[in-house]
């Protein structure tokens, strides 16, 4: 999946993020709280850490 420099629109539920390219859904994520959007901060996905023993 390739969107990096794409603008794409973000639509808010209650419960869930849904985040579409034109027409096309790419994404649903669940919210982690129910307080107002105050900002929205996007990074690009990154592998999971190494844990340290």
């Given at each position: 999946?390739?969107?990096a ?7 808010s ?7 579409y390219?034109?027409d ?5 994520t669940?919210?982690t709280?129910t ?12 592998p999971p ?5």
């Amino acid at each position: 999946m390739m969107h990096a420099g794409h603008t794409v629109t973000v639509e808010s539920t209650d419960h869930t993020f849904r985040v579409y390219d034109g027409d096309e859904l790419l994404t649903e994520t669940g919210r982690t709280t129910t307080l107002p959007i105050a900002r929205f901060k996007v990074r690009k996905p990154e592998p999971p850490r190494p844990l340290r023993r």
